[in-house]
């Protein structure tokens, strides 16, 4: 039975707005987009129960507007965020209700519930899920406005095949606590090959190729001021069915971090055929 920890989260705080030319009907939501980490498999997550995080809709309209809250895998939703793969199925991922309705100059706030299946392959994991807001309001065009949100399920030290998958980097998180600064220390991070075939797979520095780096950070840390802080191989080869290791290396220079600061570093591992993953790195300086 899995354990009960916190679920932990952040946002992004803005709002997604959608229009249309009056007096058709706008809508307004936030937050734009939600991370929620140690979900535990087997377990019934009430969002805001536990991070205090539920959606808002907001009605700038001088009439009461309804709209109906839905679930979605997001490729049928545009892109989403780098490193992370689609939720197996939306449903593990529901709203208090299937519509609401917001008052002339009002605002309503919607809880939503997460609930993944119990499985060793669901531990380790990097998902996206959808939640789309829309509807055709009387008097107005059909508008929609979806609000991303990355789960990060709890961390295991060794890999479980995904049905389906290509690959499984393990432990989720890879934790250095208690760094010493001037003196380096390593750990290992797993990836199961789950292909038919050998692989060769890329490592490389997931948040240098995003446009919004703190929308992958967990609340409290910072990214790793410096490359040279952190080392790992640039690939990894890997037969079918193999489980290979990747050493990576923390020194954080004497003088360069407070004792207490936490620092994150995501490192992308990249195969030849399919989306990316990544292993989340956190550290904290030894007080």
């Given at each position: 039975?899995?354990?009960?920890?916190?679920?932990?989260?952040?946002?992004?705080?803005?709002?997604?707005?959608?229009?249309?030319?009056?007096?058709?009907?706008?809508?307004?939501?936030?937050?734009?987009?939600?991370?929620?980490?140690?979900?535990?498999?087997?377990?019934?997550?009430?969002?805001?129960?536990?991070?205090?995080?539920?959606?808002?809709?907001?009605?700038?309209?001088?009439?009461?507007?309804?709209?109906?809250?839905?679930?979605?895998?997001?490729?049928?939703?545009?892109?989403?965020?780098?490193?992370?793969?689609?939720?197996?199925?939306?449903?593990?991922?529901?709203?208090?209700?299937?519509q609401v309705t917001v008052p002339p100059g009002d605002r309503v706030r919607v809880k939503f519930f997460l609930d993944i299946p119990d499985d060793p392959a669901h531990y380790n994991r990097h998902w996206v899920v959808t939640l789309g807001i829309g509807g055709a309001p009387t008097g107005g065009v059909g508008l929609a406005a979806n609000v991303r949100v990355q789960i990060e399920t709890l961390s295991r030290p060794e890999p479980v095949p995904s049905p389906g998958g290509e690959m499984t980097p393990a432990p989720g998180t890879l934790v250095f606590?208690?760094?010493?600064?001037?003196?380096?220390?390593?750990?290992?991070?797993?990836?199961?090959?789950?292909?038919?075939?050998?692989?060769?797979?890329?490592?490389?520095?997931?948040?240098?190729?995003?446009?919004?780096?703190?929308?992958?950070?967990?609340?409290?840390?910072?990214?790793?001021?410096?490359?040279?802080?952190?080392?790992?191989?640039?690939?990894?080869?890997?037969?079918?069915?193999?489980?290979?290791?990747?050493?990576?290396?923390?020194?954080?220079?004497?003088?360069?971090?407070?004792?207490?600061?936490?620092?994150?570093?995501?490192?992308?591992?990249?195969?030849?055929?399919?989306?990316?993953?990544?292993?989340?790195?956190?550290?904290?300086?030894?007080?």
């Open positions: 039975m899995p354990r009960r920890r916190a679920l932990c989260a952040a946002v992004l705080a803005l709002g997604a707005v959608c229009s249309a030319p009056a007096p058709a009907a706008s809508l307004k939501v936030g937050p734009a987009r939600i991370l929620l980490q140690e979900v535990a498999p087997g377990r019934a997550h009430d969002v805001h129960a536990e991070t205090g995080v539920q959606l808002t809709i907001y009605n700038e309209d001088d009439v009461s507007r309804t709209w109906l809250l839905t679930t979605h895998r997001p490729s049928g939703r545009g892109e989403w965020e780098t490193g992370y793969g689609e939720i197996p199925d939306a449903s593990w991922c529901r709203f208090e209700t299937p606590a208690d760094l010493v600064p001037g003196t380096p220390s390593t750990v290992q991070a797993l990836l199961l090959n789950d292909a038919a075939d050998t692989r060769e797979f890329i490592l490389s520095p997931l948040l240098d190729g995003v446009r919004d780096p703190s929308a992958y950070l967990t609340g409290g840390h910072c990214r790793l001021p410096e490359k040279g802080w952190i080392k790992y191989p640039e690939k990894v080869r890997a037969a079918s069915g193999e489980t290979v290791q990747i050493p990576v290396t923390l020194q954080i220079p004497e003088g360069a971090a407070p004792a207490g600061a936490r620092f994150e570093e995501l490192i992308l591992v990249t195969p030849p055929k399919a989306r990316p993953g990544f292993v989340r790195v956190r550290a904290t300086i030894k007080n």
